[in-house]
């Protein structure tokens, strides 16, 4: 039995035959897992060579195998993470799980939200996203000194030469850090610094000073301008390196609890905004396509009046995530306010997008909710609008909010081009 996924992450899961497990393969493949259910040990054991993302097992059966099987699961563990779910939650059957390597267990009934992230958990990448720093240097010769020995270091750098085109770059594509040299014709560091701190969406973004000035009192002059560091030159590759990782861990920190939803990690309703008017910017900028949609969960208030709070904050992550799970790394999602996201999908005519959505919409419709023994189904919205020329966020959102409302009175679970 195998349940497709777009992203291919592969669980094994065995004995075929616990319906439990069947009910989990049938919700996995909405989330962008491939859900694989074998009769046997020997034959789970046999396919671990195509390397299973997390084999998932029951672990009431495993009382049935011979010493032999057991010392198989326990090797498969070692090599692959392991998830039990077992009827019992007694400290006994943990320890026994633990010693034949299961790295998480759940108890039955399955919740489908426990699940999901216990396997995003079990299957997340080990390493984060590389950090974007912007050199704004007009030595070329040392701007490309500082990228090739961050580039080194595994950050993503892009220089500018010329400080005139740093708001440009900016627009384009926002930062974690600005490496700034302090002399430069046309504009000193200290003014572009100036400029850039009076854009509300660049406020948090480190600002780091290159320069040769040994004069401490232009260098307090220069920081309170709206830098967060200064280096003096000539500085050792090590050095910089290590004083930009530092800025940036710190950014990262603080830009996460700005910036994104604490339910659900996606973009809040200022930040998605923000990054909205960046995207519009660009494809105004490359004459190319800009897909922007609103996606309301159709009757919320029911969900929480019947199920409680609780369960509705179940289903709102459910649907983050499974946004998360089918949009790609390039586009925005964001919560836009309590029910109701909100995405733009860079490069992507108006049929990709509504197609794209469709999808979303099935898999959302299909995924069973739990509640304690209780289970429901919910359905979403959505409008979706292209931007033109002359376009900008605030127009496409409008357009959008007009479709997702045509679509609501058209009898919902369906998606509206504006």
């Known amino acids: 039995m195998q349940v497709a996924a ?9 004995p075929a035959t616990s319906r439990d497990l069947q009910d989990a393969a049938a919700q996995l493949g909405h989330y962008g897992y491939m859900a694989e259910a074998f009769d046997s040990i020997a034959a789970l054991l046999a396919a671990q060579a195509r390397a299973p993302s997390v084999a998932l097992i029951e672990f009431g059966a495993v009382g049935q195998l011979s010493g032999a099987d057991r010392s198989a699961l326990s090797a498969l563990a070692a090599r692959h993470p392991m998830l039990c779910v077992a009827g019992e939650g007694t400290i006994a059957a943990r320890l026994a799980a633990v010693r034949m390597g299961c790295q998480a267990y759940l ?5 489908t939200a426990v699940l999901l992230d216990t396997l995003d958990r079990l299957t997340a990448p080990p390493q984060a996203e590389a950090s974007r720093v912007l050199i704004v240097e007009d030595s070329p010769a040392l701007a490309a000194f500082y990228a090739a020995h961050l580039n080194e270091a595994g950050f993503i750098t892009q220089v500018v030469t010329d400080p005139l085109k740093t708001l440009e770059t900016l627009d384009e594509q926002p930062p974690e850090l600005i490496l700034l040299d302090m002399n430069m014709p046309g504009a000193s560091g200290q003014e572009i610094a100036a400029v850039i701190r009076q854009q509300s969406a660049y406020l948090s973004i480190p600002i780091v000073f290159l320069s040769a000035e040994s004069d401490m009192a232009r260098q307090r002059e220069a920081m309170s301008l709206g830098g967060d560091e200064f280096l003096q030159k000539p500085i050792e590759p090590e050095h910089l390196i290590a004083a ?6 710190r950014y990262r920190a603080l830009r996460a609890l700005m910036v994104r939803d604490s339910l659900t990690g996606l973009l809040n309703h200022t930040n998605f905004k923000e990054r909205l008017r960046s995207e519009t910017a660009r494809a105004q900028r490359q004459g190319k396509p800009l897909a922007v949609a609103l996606l309301d969960i159709d009757f919320f208030k029911k969900v929480n009046d019947t199920y409680g709070h609780p369960a509705g904050d179940q289903v709102i992550k459910s649907l983050s995530r499974l946004l998360k799970q089918r949009l790609r ?3 925005v999602i964001g919560r836009y ?10 490069d992507t005519p108006i049929d ?3 197609q794209v959505l469709d999808s979303i919409r099935a898999s959302f419709a299909a995924i069973v909710q739990h509640v304690g023994a209780r289970t429901f189904q919910v359905t979403l919205s959505a409008g979706v609008a292209l931007s033109a020329a002359g376009s900008n966020g605030e127009s496409l959102i409008q357009a959008a909010d007009a479709a997702l409302y045509a679509a609501k009175h058209g009898g919902r679970n369906r998606v509206c081009e504006a």
Do not use: N
């Open 244 to 249: 930009i990782r530092a800025r940036v861990i």
């Open 107 to 111: 108890s039955h009934p399955l919740d």
């Open 352 to 354: 990709g997008a509504i």
């Open 6 to 14: 777009p992203d291919g992450k592969t669980i094994y899961l065995w």
């Open 329 to 331: 790394g390039g586009d």
């Open 337 to 346: 306010g309590g029910e109701e996201f909100a995405v733009a999908l860079p």
